[in-house]
């Protein structure tokens, strides 16, 4: 059964369409999955605003992107999510749960996260660069200082396309030999120029764009950065994708009793901070699954178990001046939107792993 719903979600596209069209938005329909009906969707209710809070930073209305480039940003995303899927079997198992426990319901996504090295031509702008083409528009920045970690997320240019969280490592902060081996990666594979511009299309296949790495600067890496080891290793695949609890529609309870539901059936929980990872204005609760394991084949042919990626959940409540609004008429606009430093840096902790012997 397992593997029969892995290969329906890998052999997934989603239909995808904007406005004005009669399919349902970024969802994996039955067509496509032959006899098994899974959606993953953001929220599909008519009418919704874009993300946003009442003072977002950033400024201006995202560009709405032309309808006849929603035919490739849904081959983008799909191809980004393929390997995420094969890869990440909580992933296959949490979508199987929840539409088990759902059936009705679409399952949203609040957003993905990527990770990259902080490099020159690299780093932040290599994966923006994509989304922005299709309208994206960067928001907030977050800093980590003691995981020498900064973060930029950007807003869609239309509420039913997730958010988009990328992060980067602080190359020039590391050890000079951590510096030394990332550049030997980074600068190995391709011009610098290229790399940044093309890289994120090795995600689409689900292998690093440099080449393979031994085991000892894998090993150097985790020792001082355990998010520079797993980007040495996973390159630009999706760190995470993160299901949008508030759009689970049937479910009561929020995120807690989701949480509840997940450890019932034994998901194993990223505890770091608790549970659950709230925001001081208590409007932004996060909760995520330890990152899946894969085997990995270093340069040397020695095989490892090393982390690769997780699935996030995050409520959004609705901001307190659209409280009096009914159920039915709250929208993505009127939640909490972005995202918090303090939140993030636990929610980082789910692909820790011992550095290998």
Same mark, same amino acid.
């Given at each position: 059964?397992?593997? %029969? @719903?892995?290969?329906?979600?890998? =052999?997934?596209? !989603?239909?995808?369409?904007?406005? /004005?069209?009669?399919?349902? #938005?970024? *969802?994996?329909?039955?067509? %496509? @999955?032959?006899?098994?009906?899974? =959606?993953?969707? !953001?929220?599909?209710?008519?009418? /919704?605003?874009?993300?946003? #809070?009442? *003072?977002?930073?950033?400024?201006?209305?995202?560009?709405?992107?032309?309808?006849?480039?929603?035919?490739?940003?849904?081959?983008?995303?799909?191809?980004?999510?393929?390997?995420?899927?094969?890869?990440?079997?909580?992933?296959?198992?949490?979508?199987?749960?929840?539409?088990?426990?759902?059936?009705?319901?679409?399952?949203?996504?609040?957003?993905?996260?990527?990770?990259?090295?902080?490099?020159?031509?690299?780093?932040?702008?290599?994966?923006?660069?994509?989304?922005?083409?299709?309208?994206?528009?960067?928001?907030?920045?977050?800093?980590?200082?003691?995981?020498?970690?900064?973060?930029?997320?950007?807003?869609?240019?239309?509420?039913?396309?997730?958010?988009?969280?990328?992060?980067?490592?602080?190359?020039?902060?590391?050890?000079?030999?951590?510096?030394?081996?990332?550049?030997?990666?980074?600068?190995?594979?391709?011009?610098?120029?290229?790399?940044?511009?093309?890289?994120?299309?090795?995600?689409?296949?689900?292998?690093?764009?440099?080449?393979?790495?031994?085991?000892?600067?894998?090993?150097?890496?985790?020792?001082?950065?355990?998010?520079?080891?797993?980007?040495?290793?996973?390159?630009?695949?999706?760190?995470?994708?993160?299901?949008?609890?508030?759009?689970?529609?049937?479910?009561?309870?929020?995120?807690?009793?989701?949480?509840?539901?997940?450890?019932?059936?034994?998901?194993?929980?990223?505890?770091?901070?608790?549970?659950?990872?709230?925001?001081?204005?208590?409007?932004?609760?996060?909760?995520?699954?330890?990152?899946?394991?894969?085997?990995?084949?270093?340069?040397?042919?020695?095989?490892?178990?090393?982390?690769?990626?997780?699935?996030?959940?995050?409520?959004?409540?609705?901001?307190?001046?659209?409280?009096?609004?009914?159920?039915?008429?709250?929208?993505?606009?009127?939640?909490?939107?972005?995202?918090?430093?303090?939140?993030?840096?636990?929610?980082?902790?789910?692909?820790?792993?011992?550095?290998?012997?």
């Amino acid at each position: 059964m397992a593997s %029969a @719903l892995r290969a329906a979600l890998n =052999r997934a596209v !989603p239909a995808f369409a904007w406005a /004005g069209s009669s399919l349902p #938005r970024f *969802a994996y329909t039955k067509a %496509a @999955l032959g006899d098994t009906t899974r =959606r993953f969707a !953001p929220q599909t209710r008519p009418g /919704g605003g874009g993300h946003g #809070r009442a *003072a977002s930073s950033g400024g201006g209305e995202a560009k709405q992107a032309p309808p006849e480039d929603s035919h490739l940003l849904q081959c983008i995303l799909s191809g980004i999510l393929a390997p995420y899927w094969n890869n990440t079997p909580t992933a296959e198992a949490v979508v199987g749960l929840l539409e088990e426990q759902y059936p009705e319901s679409s399952l949203g996504l609040d957003h993905l996260a990527f990770r990259t090295f902080g490099v020159e031509g690299l780093g932040i702008a290599s994966v923006a660069s994509l989304f922005q083409d299709f309208g994206y528009q960067q928001r907030d920045e977050l800093t980590f200082p003691k995981k020498k970690l900064r973060a930029l997320w950007f807003s869609p240019p239309d509420p039913q396309l997730p958010r988009v969280f990328v992060s980067e490592v602080k190359v020039e902060e590391l050890t000079p030999a951590a510096q030394a081996v990332i550049q030997s990666y980074v600068g190995g594979s391709a011009a610098p120029a290229l790399l940044g511009k093309y890289g994120m299309l090795s995600s689409l296949v689900g292998v690093p764009p440099w080449v393979t790495p031994t085991l000892q600067d894998y090993s150097l890496l985790a020792e001082e950065s355990e998010y520079a080891a797993w980007v040495l290793v996973n390159g630009y695949a999706l760190n995470h994708a993160t299901v949008a609890v508030h759009r689970l529609e049937g479910h009561t309870g929020g995120l807690e009793t989701l949480n509840g539901l997940l450890q019932q059936q034994e998901f194993l929980m990223n505890q770091e901070g608790g549970l659950v990872k709230a925001s001081p204005d208590g409007l932004l609760l996060q909760s995520s699954t330890m990152a899946d394991t894969i085997s990995f084949c270093f340069a040397g042919g020695e095989s490892e178990l090393v982390p690769a990626s997780y699935v996030e959940f995050a409520e959004r409540l609705v901001l307190p001046q659209f409280a009096d609004l009914k159920a039915e008429d709250v929208q993505e606009c009127h939640r909490r939107d972005g995202f918090e430093a303090a939140n993030a840096d636990k929610i980082f902790e789910s692909t820790s792993l011992p550095a290998p012997q």
